[in-house]
């Protein structure tokens, strides 16, 4: 029987990792003729990942995890933010990687004659795109995994130029139904001064030399985005196939779990639906300033609260860390006045929190996993987006789909404040307002449980790709 080994370029980033590694599973899972390798592109300074790495190198059966050798890192005047400095530590790895690619090639076929081993793919994610030359030099398909939504893969395919950026103030892409205003396109995008938006436009373009574009979406979710790749005639076939999730989160891999079962044992004692939780991903973090005004809305609206709240990282590459006290974060005497109606702690396994009956709503920064968590749980949303694609996220639940509260769609940290007002109101509305948002959330949980099942949309379009693969 032929085997097929399938190996995975990941950037560096949880948002990104996670669900790469889940799809590797679920292939694997899938067809037993397929094998997954991991390649790990480490930066020393991504804590989380590194943790989620180690962990799964021990306990991970089916996959296999090579560790790249170091590079010299790019310098901070090739690379001022975390795209540049990410597409250029890929281009560095180039031989590293095509090296590891011809010795896996070489080691199957050495192996036992009564079963061949080919090196059916090599899958980049939407910032490893250096390594489709890579894939090219040693003629081997390369397949593109998408962690975004597939209305933030239109934007890269349909990226507006530099001149239309400085002079429109809305902006028309295929993949959304009403057109998008500035203010909610990803800062990478617009901000010009940091090479992102460079880099940005030679991912996008370079998608289209792919085989085939796997898309961490659903179907029934974004059809509007979904049918006009349909329209595309140079692009690759697209595969919508989630929800991918990993429901364990970091309660399966963080070696510190200490306030995880304190978390969960005070939503044991909480009324069905009755707690607010506010999470801002693991990247994400405020400024005290914006801390205070949630603090005082959070009590003023008077619901029953959970908070992961970060502090800002230290240097560039870094991810947010815990606080060792919030006394000097939060207005004074706030904790007291909270005592039993709420809990401010750092980070916390965001899916098992979401899927406690106790939890009514999710005031969320609109990363695309979590917005799939919320939705697989049938928690709606209020929006309050900080980084990456997530403004263009909150506008799609928001204005597009109707699966959403707006507190905000086009928050940046080190903009305007959110107020009191807006985050009193917002949480009430989210809480004790939404009744259509809920039910539509509702009705949208079950047909993305539904599209994995057996004949479901998902579970067609990746029997589809794995015969793809293995033809």
């Known amino acids: 029987m032929t085997k097929f080994e399938v190996v995975f370029v990941s950037t560096p980033a949880i948002g990104n990792i996670v669900p790469m590694v889940e799809f590797a599973n679920l292939l694997t899972k899938q067809n037993p003729q397929l094998s997954a390798t991991i390649l790990i592109v480490t930066v020393p300074q991504r804590l989380l990942v590194n943790t989620y790495i180690q962990s799964l190198s021990s306990s991970a059966t089916n996959l296999r995890f090579i560790h790249l050798p170091t590079v010299d890192p790019p310098t901070p005047d090739q690379s001022q933010s975390f795209i540049p400095y990410v597409s250029l530590l890929l281009e560095n790895q180039k031989n590293n990687i095509k090296n590891t690619l011809l010795n896996l090639t070489s080691s199957s076929t050495t192996e036992s004659t009564s079963e061949s081993v080919k090196l059916a793919a090599v899958f980049?994610?939407?910032?490893?795109?250096?390594?489709?030359?890579?894939?090219?030099?040693?003629?081997?398909?390369?397949?593109?995994?998408?962690?975004?939504?597939?209305?933030?893969?239109?934007?890269?395919?349909?990226?507006?130029?530099?001149?239309?950026?400085?002079?429109?103030?809305?902006?028309?892409?295929?993949?959304?139904?009403?057109?998008?205003?500035?203010?909610?396109?990803?800062?990478?995008?617009?901000?010009?001064?940091?090479g992102a938006y460079s880099w940005m436009a030679y991912h996008g373009e370079r998608y289209r030399e792919t085989k085939g574009?796997?898309?961490?979406?659903?179907?029934?979710?974004?059809?509007?985005?979904?049918?006009?790749?349909?329209?595309?005639?140079?692009?690759?076939?697209?595969?919508?196939?989630?929800?991918?999730?990993?429901?364990?989160?970091?309660?399966?891999?963080?070696?510190?779990?200490?306030?995880?079962?304190?978390?969960?044992?005070?939503?044991?004692?909480?009324?069905?639906?009755?707690?607010?939780?506010?999470?801002?991903?693991?990247?994400?973090s405020l400024e005290v300033k914006q801390v205070e005004e949630i603090a005082i809305g959070l009590e003023r609206a008077g619901?029953?609260?959970?908070?992961?709240?970060?502090?800002?990282?230290?240097?560039?590459?870094?991810?947010?860390?815990?606080?060792?006290?919030?006394?000097?974060?939060?207005?004074?005497?706030?904790?007291?006045?909270?005592?039993?109606?709420?809990?401010?702690?750092?980070?916390?396994?965001?899916?098992?929190v979401l899927a406690h009956k106790a939890v009514g709503g999710f005031v969320s920064h609109c990363g695309w996993n979590s917005i799939l968590e919320s939705l697989w749980y049938g928690v709606p949303i209020a929006t309050w987006p900080i980084y990456a694609e997530q403004?263009?996220?909150?506008?799609?639940?928001?204005?597009?789909?109707?699966?959403?509260?707006?507190?905000?769609?086009?928050?940046?940290?080190?903009?305007?404040?959110?107020?009191?007002?807006?985050?009193?109101?917002?949480?009430?509305?989210?809480?004790?307002?939404?009744?259509?948002?809920?039910?539509?959330?509702?009705?949208?949980?079950?047909?993305?449980k539904v599209a994995l099942m057996e004949n479901g949309s998902s579970y067609n379009n990746l029997m589809s790709f794995i015969q793809e693969l293995t033809k």
């Open 213 to 284: 574009i796997v898309v961490n979406t659903v179907q029934e979710l974004e059809p509007y985005s979904v049918q006009s790749f349909h329209n595309d005639l140079d692009l690759p076939p697209v595969y919508p196939i989630g929800p991918v999730l990993d429901l364990d989160g970091p309660a399966k891999w963080d070696p510190n779990p200490v306030q995880y079962d304190y978390i969960m044992e005070w939503l044991d004692k909480q009324v069905v639906g009755s707690v607010v939780f506010l999470c801002f991903g693991s990247l994400g």
């Open 124 to 194: 980049v994610d939407m910032f490893t795109t250096p390594i489709i030359d890579v894939a090219n030099e040693i003629n081997v398909p390369c397949y593109l995994i998408f962690a975004s939504p597939a209305s933030f893969l239109g934007l890269m395919l349909h990226l507006p130029s530099t001149e239309l950026l400085e002079s429109e103030t809305e902006f028309d892409i295929p993949s959304f139904k009403n057109p998008l205003p500035k203010p909610v396109l990803p800062s990478l995008v617009v901000d010009m001064k940091t």
């Open 391 to 448: 403004q263009m996220n909150a506008f799609q639940m928001v204005r597009e789909l109707g699966l959403a509260v707006e507190i905000r769609l086009d928050y940046t940290k080190g903009g305007d404040l959110v107020r009191v007002e807006e985050v009193e109101n917002g949480v009430r509305m989210l809480m004790n307002g939404c009744d259509e948002i809920r039910k539509k959330v509702k009705e949208m949980s079950e047909k993305c």
């Open 303 to 352: 619901v029953r609260f959970l908070w992961a709240l970060r502090s800002p990282p230290k240097a560039q590459l870094e991810d947010p860390r815990d606080y060792a006290s919030y006394e000097n974060i939060l207005p004074d005497g706030f904790l007291k006045r909270t005592v039993g109606m709420g809990i401010v702690c750092g980070w916390v396994p965001q899916a098992r």
